[in-house]
Structure formats: C-alpha cells, structure tokens
C-alpha cells in the first residue's frame, strides 16, 4: 500500500471517530438516564482516544496494539438501523450506536484483508478489536433494556 493510500484511509477512519464522537454527545445530552449518561460519555472519550491515536499514525509509524479479544454475539445482525430523531427512546439510540460500532468494525476488518503489509494489517484488526468491544458492550446493554422480561 502507498502512504498516499494509507494516509487517505486513516483520514476516513479519523472522520469516522470524530462522526461517532458527535454522535455520543449528542446522546448524552440527550438521555435522561443517569447510567446512559454515563455510557455514552465514556464512549465518546474513547472515540475521542481512537482518533488521537489515529492521528499519530499519520505522524509515525504504527506501532503495535495489545486489546483483549472480545466476542462478537451477532446481536446487531437483528437490528435494523433506527433513524435519530429528537424522540428517540433510548434502546433504540443504543440500536444506533451498535449499528454504528458494527459499521465501524466491518470497515476495519475489510482494510485489515485489503493490506499487503503484516504491521498495517495488524494495526487494523486491532482497530477492528476496539470497535467490537464497543459493540459488545452496547450489545449487553441493549439486551438487558430491550428484553427486561429475561431477568
């Protein structure tokens, strides 16, 4: 891959972060919730942190990452992606939010098996891994809010 190529996709991948950032602010503020306050708080600081770091990368070479591996329980494969309103309930912003971790996660996979370089290739399945933490995490709770029948 050229680093003009390389450079252009973490600028998307940067856009990308930065759109989920805006996203979860705009979600918190919105909430009510204590608890969901809380979350989509936390979420955005880790965008925030994805798209530092991604920054860096167009500064010096990628180094490598160490994430815990997490698994990926197909929940969002059920959704359909709601569309954001003012009214929105809050199981269908964290609907949303899955879609959007999910989005993030395929186009970070489908960079890692497009690249011909190990590290490059390393770096974005290590993204990939963050992002389906992400969507694990809202998954646990969309399940618990969405199906409260099951406690």
Do not use: C
């Not at 705009?26 to 979420?43: H, I, R, Y």
């Not at 569309?83 to 890692?112: C, F, H, R, W």
């Not at 770096?123 to 990939?128: D, I, R, T």
Request: hydrophobic share 35%; net charge negative; charged share 30%.
């Amino acid at each position: 891959m050229k680093m003009e190529e390389y450079k252009k996709i973490i600028a998307n991948a940067i856009s990308k972060e930065v759109e989920s950032y805006v996203f979860y602010r705009s979600v918190q503020e919105k909430v009510n919730d204590a608890a969901l306050k809380k979350l989509f708080k936390e979420l955005a600081e880790q965008e925030t942190g994805h798209r530092e770091f991604l920054e860096g990368l167009l500064i010096k070479p990628a180094a490598a990452l160490h994430f815990d591996q997490n698994k990926d329980y197909k929940v969002s494969g059920t959704l359909e992606k709601p569309t954001v309103t003012i009214d929105m309930k809050p199981v269908d912003g964290i609907a949303l939010a899955i879609k959007k971790e999910e989005d993030s996660m395929n186009m970070y996979t489908q960079l890692s098996g497009l690249s011909t370089d190990g590290e490059q290739k390393k770096l974005f399945s290590e993204l990939a891994k963050m992002e389906l933490s992400h969507k694990t995490r809202l998954e646990d709770i969309y399940t618990n809010m969405a199906f409260p029948e099951s406690w």
